[in-house]
């Protein structure tokens, strides 16, 4: 099952660009980068996903190394409400001997400094 | 508006007494999940259903059943539930299991504790 790794957690400024990252180096061809957010006491909710590409949307934007092994989630101007576990997981299509669990780890705690 | 629900949001039983948690989405969604969250441990997939009557082991099954009869609905249960099962638990779905680029729509949790 392919993995990822992110620091435990980390600090930013509030108003100031946070910049999380992801390894991911077992990644395969089909896999997309996935993040994920969850504040406190809520379920997870979607951020950002890309392929190969960077990506932006309204929340974030999402830069993959080329080599695709690694990638950052960038939090523009950070505010007091996005502090919360970011979670970077991989998705494939299922192949065959390959199934489609989906593996979260720990994430990275964001904490917010006013 | 498009959601995920479960129930029962809280749960208190004991030992041995089967429990089941309710899954329902109304997205028409073909790929159903269920996580267990516990503290240092992270989110932690239990099983996980690509489409009806399809259903897999995620990477701690031990002790749980699903069962997937309706797109909507994908219930948890708990034939005899013990207290290393008290944790907090997230059913989620996404569009489809057969591309990686479906993002998941996650519930609102349901936070089990077996005395």
């Known amino acids: 099952d392919a993995k990822t790794t992110q620091p435990n957690s980390m600090e930013s400024n509030e108003e100031e660009p946070v910049h999380l990252p992801c390894n991911h180096s077992t990644i395969s061809g089909t896999d997309y980068i996935h993040w994920y957010r969850q504040l406190p006491s809520q379920g997870p909710e979607y951020v950002i996903h890309?392929?190969?590409s960077n990506v932006n949307n309204r929340m974030a934007s999402l830069a993959i190394a080329e080599d695709r092994k690694s990638s950052t989630l960038i939090l523009h101007r950070a505010t007091l409400r996005d502090a919360a576990v970011y979670y970077c997981?991989?998705?494939?299509?299922?192949?065959?001997?390959?199934?489609?669990?989906?593996?979260f780890g720990k994430g990275t705690r964001l904490h917010i400094l006013p | 508006e498009a959601q995920v629900t479960q129930n029962p949001r809280y749960l208190i039983t004991v030992t041995g007494k089967k429990l089941t948690v309710t899954c329902s989405q109304n997205m028409n969604h073909e790929y159903m999940s269920w996580y267990r969250q516990d503290p240092g441990l992270g989110l932690r997939q239990i099983y996980y259903s690509m489409n009806v009557e399809v259903t897999d082991k995620g990477d701690v099954p031990e002790g749980y059943k699903v069962s997937r009869k309706e797109k909507r609905n994908f219930p948890l249960i708990l034939e005899s539930p013990s207290p290393n099962q008290t944790s907090l638990y997230f059913c989620a779905s996404s569009l489809s299991g057969s591309s990686g680029s479906n993002e998941q729509f996650f519930g609102p949790g349901t936070r089990l504790t077996v005395l």
């Open positions: 890309g392929l190969t």
């Open positions: 997981i991989l998705r494939g299509a299922p192949l065959m001997n390959r199934d489609d669990k989906i593996i």
